[in-house]
């Protein structure tokens, strides 16, 4: 009998595949408390160190086994772990725990983990929080070693050509190595669109579907799988017309992809003739490839969270700059758009002084531009950076979570202040460096006209905005499907802000995920915007539908909308925009 398992789609377009499953029977292990007497308290720290030492090998290999032609930020996300492995943080307080509380090295391991786990979950930054997966699968290979298996690389080299793999949990080394056997689709029942896993998935192109509690346990070692990687829908036991009707969607997207590509070089502009902008979201230099490769006119969104990750210190100004740099070199003269800081306040964040404790909604507390004012110390380094590097490219610079003017105008006069600085320092930057905000608070696309006469440039946050208006907790999976982009309270606030924009002559663009998504192009298209940035490997599939849209027709349609904003068929009118 068909039966159908709903989970978070981690990927992009038309991303289908079928296979028989590959269920990987590791599991998390369940590790009991052990004393040890405290003469065994050496040869236990020994112990430890040979699993680290061995967990070190092991990734350093699997590094190595990675074929020339992957994305280069594989190779970062090996590099992560292995750093990990290195921090004191974990290694150093599991020997301390070891020697304090005479317990074996693998609870020791595990109450580490527990404890750096919780510290990362106060985080409130969606990306930063999920970088606690990379925690546990690190503690996974340590643990692996520590009784005396031995993880993923070790354990034969079945070829899984074909074969759907369904995980409790995957690591980015996992996936790698399941990636080289041939594995053309990965489940997995933790871990969400914002992790490196979920990241690495989209960047090879396999389909993957994520938090699917419990599905181990249903599914069959062998059964045949259908898996759609963007809804988040995997089939089992399809019945043969369910099966047809899915191979007809293989072939469909296959064809689908080998069109999109010719689009690549070809202008990005309406059958009416309006040029519009489709720029990539980045988050590290090794990403400016596959942005290139799919075509991205510029950068509308450098998250730069990552510099302060797997640290204890601070990035300095040099570091930022030279970061800056390898990204303004890399992209080779396409414009950049660098978004400062945006970490949520956690007090035990140590390379953040953040001084205010996490409130009881870390989402509304000391986030973003607000922490950055609160902190000079952490602010000004970055600010400096960015003005720096704007007289090696064009750059733009851009404040997160703005919610008030004074905001805006307490970073003017800072940017101002510094300019004077490096103007004295004999340093160079662009007078005429851009400034913009974005707009991802209700507040913020209230006054989005304020906002836009004090700056350059808006760009629209979906993410938060979303949140914020629907009071929707972004990962939280119970409450997923209330996420909704085209409420009607979102439909008015996306309008209000690019017609603020527009009355005050300034560009706008949109860098939240509806951005990246095609069946939202028409209708952002309709309600006036021009400017897209979205994860690159959504850029042609956004561009197909650009090149078919007539904007006259959808800003008349669209306009209808609007108007019946309030009434009961508002899907409709939308659908019916995706309709030819
Ligand atoms: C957003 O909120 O839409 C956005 C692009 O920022 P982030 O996802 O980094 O919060
Ligand atoms: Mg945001």
């Not at 140590?350 to 989402?363: C, E, F, K, R, T």
């Not at 110390?377 to 490219?393: C, K, T, V, Y």
Request: proline share 6%.
């Amino acid at each position: 009998m068909t039966t159908s398992f709903q989970g978070i789609g981690i990927s992009t377009g038309q991303s289908l595949a079928l296979g028989p499953a590959f269920i990987d029977g590791r599991r998390r292990r369940n590790i009991a408390r052990g004393w040890i007497a405290p003469e065994q308290i050496p040869t236990e720290i020994e112990r430890l160190d040979q699993a680290v030492a061995a967990a070190h090998t092991g990734l350093r290999a699997i590094r190595e086994q990675i074929p020339q032609h992957t994305p280069l930020n594989i190779a970062d996300f090996i590099d992560t772990h292995l750093l990990m492995l290195e921090d004191v943080a974990l290694v150093d307080e599991v020997r301390r725990i070891v020697s304090e509380q005479h317990c074996t090295a693998e609870w020791a391991l595990q109450v580490q983990c527990d404890t750096l786990v919780r510290i990362f979950d106060e985080i409130d930054d969606p990306y930063l929080r999920t970088r606690r997966d990379d925690i546990e699968h690190v503690v996974e290979q340590i643990q692996t070693f520590l009784q005396g298996s031995f993880p993923l690389p070790e354990h034969g080299t079945q070829d899984l050509a074909g074969h759907v793999i369904v995980a409790r949990d995957m690591a980015p080394a996992d996936l790698i190595l399941w990636h080289h056997r041939g594995a053309v689709a990965i489940i997995s029942e933790f871990g969400g669109p914002m992790s490196h896993t979920a990241i690495l998935a989209r960047s090879l192109g396999i389909p993957a579907v994520m938090g699917v509690h419990d599905i181990t346990a249903y599914l069959q070692q062998g059964e045949l799988l259908l898996i759609d990687g963007q809804s988040g829908t995997i089939t089992a036991d399809a019945d043969p017309l369910t099966l047809q009707d899915f191979r007809r969607r293989l072939q469909h997207a296959q064809v689908h992809r080998i069109r999109l590509r010719q689009l690549v070089g070809q202008p990005s502009v309406t059958r009416d003739g309006v040029a519009v902008s489709l720029m990539a979201n980045l988050e590290l230099p090794s990403d400016i490839a596959l942005a290139q490769a799919n075509g991205a006119c510029g950068v509308g969104l450098y998250r730069t969270e990552f510099l302060y990750m797997n640290r204890r210190d601070l990035p300095d100004e040099e570091e930022h700059l030279a970061s800056y740099a390898e990204m303004i070199v890399g992209l080779g003269g396409i414009p950049i758009t660098i978004r400062t800081l945006d970490l949520g306040v956690d007090k035990r964040v140590d390379s953040v002084p953040a001084s205010s404790p996490a409130g009881s909604n870390p989402a509304l507390g000391l986030r973003a531009i607000r922490l950055c004012l609160k902190e000079p110390d952490l602010f000004r380094p970055q600010l400096r950076a960015i003005l720096r590097a704007s007289a090696l490219g064009p750059v733009r610079l851009m404040l997160p979570l703005v919610s008030n003017i004074q905001e805006v105008e307490t970073v003017i006069a800072l940017i101002r202040e510094l300019k004077a600085q490096l103007e004295n320092e004999g340093l160079k930057f662009d007078p005429m460096l851009p400034v913009g905000a974005m707009i991802e608070v209700p507040a913020a696309a209230l006054i989005a006209r304020t906002i836009a006469r004090r700056l350059d440039f808006l760009s629209i946050g979906t993410n938060d905005l979303i949140q914020y208006t629907l009071a929707i907790d972004r990962l939280d999976d119970s409450v997923n499907d209330l996420f909704d982009p085209t409420h009607p309270a979102i439909l008015r606030l996306i309008h209000m802000t690019i017609v603020a924009a527009r009355e005050m002559n300034r560009p706008v663009s949109m860098c939240g995920e509806m951005a990246g998504d095609p069946r939202f192009t028409r209708l952002l298209l309709g309600l006036g915007l021009r400017e897209f940035s979205m994860h690159p490997g959504a850029i042609l599939d956004v561009k197909e539908h650009v090149l078919q849209a007539d904007t006259h027709d959808l800003n008349r349609r669209c306009t209808h909308i609007l108007s019946r904003i309030d009434e009961a068929d508002l899907g409709d009118l939308i659908d019916q925009l995706n309709t030819p």
